[in-house]
């Protein structure tokens, strides 16, 4: 089900009630683009240790921004069956009197995003506004301040038109008169019409204003103590409350989300998170640690799919799968025979169409994806642990049992640690040795040219050590099996283990000084002399 703009404030109600009541929450996201090509060392490497993978994350969610977010509500309707709400939400910054927000289009997302049947139209234009608690704490000392400006280039036509049209009138107006500002151009968004109000009442203290939906305002000549009356009034819509739930807009869903606990299912979910924390509560902050810290106290319990399938895939036969759809066919395929006492998965008749066909990379469907291979995983578990009575009357909270080891492990792309634990310490994984390439006779090499000589037999992450050396990190045994096999009689490129004694820049630096020192040392002893005796 898609939801826009105009239809978040209805939903959310039903929103509300269906998160109180889920057994998990699926979750996935669309952005304006992923990896920052600023600075150039942004990509993901297995150099990269969990705090520095950190930091090239942070610096991408600053840049970009949320284009869609999927949320699959999961209820658990009896011990084996679950029925599954999941919603499009087109999210789009506010921009709420001064509030503006700049973000970056990678234009290889953008077209991968337009291949997959991506509708811009509803992202620009029925975007649902969000801000987080910074921009809140400003928006609110506005409001307190009474000073109101208005900052897109959009709602100020809007409102310099609404301000002429009322200027002429109110000159001739007698006290108690209306009249209704019609045909306001663009106002798509509640925020405009807030923007026209709140600038009409600053300018004119002797008008007062009514929204009556469909783009138009009603505008009335009253005196200032009637005014006085009418702003004291529960009914008046631009109440400070008012005014923030509704610049608010998908945050608040997000803190009905928080405040509910429940466990929260993604897919390689890092840079998920990582917008949530920015974009719906506080900017992301500087410290590693701080945001794990922050991150958990919103998320008590966290799911990564690819963190439980990884694992799982090395106990069955299955075929190798490179994405979150092909995980998902394979579980439902003849590879992993249908057991009776599987869980049974239903999407609400307002999902209906995910059954019918898939819809990769539409941020509801993946999401709906994320919880169904975790149901099916942790089936997958619980068969292999447990007799077929547990099985037949499995529920949620046995499933959490048997995927007690995965819980809050946040798989890693490509890095120094395979992922990043919520709860705890992050725990150091098994990589293979990493190797060294000592280059000879081949001036001015660096690391692309030795990743493109390279690539052919396999894919290497390369970081020079010296002027003539380079070291080598693979995730597969094979590949470093492959390069030392092949390259053992390279003429220009000699490829060893590294070894830290022996190829540190650092460690080498110490033993020439500690050579020299002990070289003077001696020189010193034997020019000298031992004293002589006294007769």
């Known amino acids: 089900m898609d939801v826009g703009a105009a239809d978040f404030a209805r ?14 929450l699926g979750l996935d996201m669309e952005f304006t683009g992923l990896h920052s090509v600023f600075p150039q060392n942004n990509q993901p490497s297995l150099f990269d240790s969990p705090a520095e993978r950190y930091q090239k994350v942070r610096q991408s969610v600053q840049r970009f921004t949320i284009t869609q977010l999927g949320l699959a509500i999961f209820s658990e309707e009896n011990s084996n069956k679950y029925v599954v709400h999941s919603y499009n939400f087109f999210l789009f910054p506010s921009t709420l009197g001064v ?21 811009y139209n509803k992202f620009l234009k029925d975007g649902i506004p969000y801000m987080n608690e910074l921009q809140e704490k400003i928006l609110s000392q506005r409001l307190l301040q009474g000073s109101w400006e208005v900052c897109s280039a959009l709602n100020m036509n809007v409102v310099k038109k609404a301000i002429d049209e009322v200027t002429c009138w109110i000159a001739a107006a007698k006290e108690g008169d209306s009249m209704i500002l019609q045909d306001l151009s663009g106002m798509k968004q509640d925020s405009q019409m807030l923007d026209v109000q709140l600038v009409l009442r600053q300018a004119l203290p002797n008008v007062w204003t009514e929204p009556l939906g469909d783009n138009e305002v009603m505008v009335k000549k009253v005196s200032p103590q009637h005014r006085c009356l009418l702003e004291s009034s529960s009914h008046d819509s631009c109440q400070k409350e008012l005014i923030l739930t509704s610049a608010r807009g998908f945050t608040n869903l997000f803190q009905i989300i928080v405040k509910a606990k429940k466990p929260l299912v993604g897919h390689n979910m890092l840079m998920d998170l990582c917008h949530l924390h920015d974009k719906f509560y506080n900017p992301l902050p500087e410290s590693y640690e701080e945001f794990k810290k922050n991150i958990h106290h919103l998320f008590p319990v966290l799911i990564d799919t690819k963190t439980v399938t990884k694992s799982i895939w090395k106990n069955y036969q299955f075929p190798r799968v490179s994405n979150l ?15 009776p006492s ?6 609400a008749s307002d999902s209906v169409r995910y059954a019918e066909k898939a819809a990769p990379h539409e941020a509801a ?24 009575a547990a099985k037949a009357n499995s529920s949620f909270s046995q499933y959490l049992t048997m995927l007690a080891e995965y819980l809050n492990k946040v798989n890693v792309i490509r890095g120094g640690v395979s992922s990043i634990n919520f709860s705890g310490e992050d725990a150091s994984c098994r990589y293979p040795p990493p190797l ?11 690391e692309r040219q030795i990743y493109q000589e ?10 020079r050590l010296s002027e003539n050396q380079f070291i080598l990190l693979s995730n597969r045994f094979k590949h470093v099996i492959r390069v030392l096999r092949d390259y053992k009689n390279h003429p220009k490129l000699q490829i060893s283990v590294y070894r830290h004694w022996r190829h540190s820049p650092h460690v080498n630096c110490l033993l020439k000084v500690s050579g020299i020192v002990a070289l003077w040392s001696l020189l010193a002893f034997v020019l000298g002399g031992s004293p002589s005796r006294s007769p």
């Open 99 to 119: 509030m503006d927000a700049e973000f970056t289009l990678s234009a290889s997302s953008i077209q991968f995003l337009s291949h997959y049947g991506f509708d």
């Open 11 to 24: 939903c959310l109600p039903s929103l509300r009630d269906r998160v109180r009541r889920a057994a998990f």
């Open 365 to 388: 469907y993946d999401a709906f994806l994320c919880g169904s291979v975790l149901l099916k995983s942790a089936h997958l578990l619980l068969c292999s642990l447990t007799d077929d």
């Open 325 to 339: 759809l092909e995980v998902y066919e394979v579980l439902c395929s003849d590879l992993n025979p249908m057991d």
């Open 454 to 463: 390279l690539q052919p037999l396999c894919r290497f992450d390369i970081r």
């Open 342 to 347: 599987c869980p049974v998965i239903a999407l």
């Open 436 to 446: 060294v390439v000592r280059v000879r006779g081949w001036p001015r090499l660096d």
